[in-house]
């Protein structure tokens, strides 16, 4: 496989362990952002805040004030259901777009530089391992103990 189709299938899949070093240089509004961003346009149906709160696991409160932050920045709008006026659904914009391509393209960037720093071979075994690691944490459940 490419390299350039390495990094996208690494961008794309929201849940690479690799994503953590880069994500870990944002602050909360920024990475929660993304996803937000990422999940919107990757939608095919509405989208209502309650949806975003589950599918990224925050809490209702946190995911409205994060939808402030983002409809103040313009890059998402609100607009009310036709079919149930309580509920709000949530829309990514044109700015949105741009935002969420601008920062893919700084992933791919410094998922590259991490790849020409340290070789695709060790990259691999990294990211192969990795995934094992996180497989057998979930089939274990070693992070539900305390739900």
């Known amino acids: 496989m490419s390299r350039k189709k390495k990094i996208n299938q690494i961008i794309e899949n929201n849940n690479s362990n690799a994503l953590f070093a880069f994500f870990d240089k944002l602050d909360a509004t920024r990475r929660g952002a993304y996803f937000v961003l990422d999940y919107l346009i990757k939608s095919t149906k509405e989208i209502f805040s309650i949806d975003l709160s589950k599918a990224l696991k925050v809490s209702t409160a946190r995911m409205t004030k994060l939808l402030k932050t983002m409809e103040k920045k313009k890059l998402i709008i609100k607009t009310k259901s ?40 060790k ?3 990294f990211m192969n391992t990795s995934l094992n690691i996180q497989k057998t944490i979930d089939k274990k459940k070693l992070l539900n103990l305390f739900d």
Do not use: C
């Open 82 to 121: 036709v079919l149930d006026a309580r509920k709000i659904i949530i829309s990514i914009t044109e700015k949105g777009k741009e935002t969420l391509i601008s920062f893919k393209n700084a992933m791919a960037d410094f998922l590259n530089s991490i790849i020409e720093e340290i070789g695709e071979e």
């Open 123 to 125: 990259f691999d075994e």
